[in-house]
């Protein structure tokens, strides 16, 4: 089966620099998440999108944007790049939009690993 | 964490032996994730059990939840050298969208 897909898997920066992770959600799929782990972290919302519309956002620093294209793939754009950005970044999809009770099950990509130094 | 707690945050067994994790969290919840990553690797979709739900079972995986108390927990049954790993459970909080918060995780290690 078809899983959630993200490019890069590792990236290295320097400081002040940006970079895009490309995020493929499986298909059919309507959500998409991306989450932030630090080192010895516990992943941390970012971002989401709906239908290709942000439905909800978290602790996402104003130097990080994303959006969703026509085709349901999603891209985060980070822009001067610090050392403490450096992370893993995770995507998923989900098929149930945050309904109520629901089985809003995610199904996390492999993540991009972002070196920043 | 933004959710609450997780404990042991670390547990060490041998094989054979069963494990089992403890989240706790804050909100009213439409549902309860448990995860597994391996070291610096991707996230593991395990079990999820719906807050209308107390037990489930998934192979040697069972999982409860108690919305009283705003705790569950993660039980493996006869664990292995290969289920060590990280496992993080997380809540889908009602009425936020879907997003997940996690909790702190349990670094689990299973000596053969």
């Known amino acids: 089966a078809a899983g959630v897909i993200q490019s890069p898997r590792h990236l290295i920066k320097e400081k002040r620099e940006t970079a895009t992770l490309k995020c493929y959600p499986i298909?059919?799929?309507?959500?998409v998440y991306w989450y932030q782990q630090g080192p010895g972290q516990d992943p941390q919302f970012l971002i989401s999108?709906?239908?290709?519309?942000?439905?909800d956002k978290g602790s996402i620093p104003d130097r990080f944007s994303a959006q969703q294209f026509s085709d349901y793939h999603s891209e985060l754009n980070m822009s001067s790049l610090e050392l403490g950005d450096s992370a893993l970044y995770f995507c998923?999809?989900?098929?149930?939009?945050?309904?109520?009770?629901?089985?809003?099950?995610?199904?996390f990509g492999p993540g991009t690993r972002l070196t920043v130094l | 964490s933004q959710q609450g707690e997780e404990d042991p945050q670390a547990l060490s067994i041998q094989e054979g032996e069963n494990a089992t994790m403890n989240c706790s969290y804050k909100?009213?919840?439409?549902?309860l994730q448990w995860y597994r990553q391996n070291s610096g690797r991707g996230l593991v979709h395990l079990i999820l059990?719906?807050?209308?739900?107390r037990e489930k079972h998934s192979g040697r995986l069972r999982v409860t939840l108690d919305t009283s108390k705003k705790s569950s927990s993660l039980l493996i049954t006869a664990s292995r050298a290969a289920d060590t790993a990280s496992y993080f459970c997380?809540?889908?909080?009602?009425?936020?969208?879907?997003?997940?918060?996690f909790g702190q995780g349990t670094e689990l290690s299973v000596k053969p």
């Open positions: 998923a999809s989900s098929l149930v939009h945050g309904l109520a009770g629901g089985n809003n099950e995610q199904f």
């Open positions: 298909p059919r799929h309507d959500t």
């Open positions: 999108f709906y239908e290709k519309m942000q439905s």
């Open positions: 909100t009213s919840i439409n549902n």
């Open positions: 059990i719906r807050s209308n739900e």
């Open positions: 997380a809540t889908d909080e009602d009425n936020q969208g879907g997003k997940l918060i």
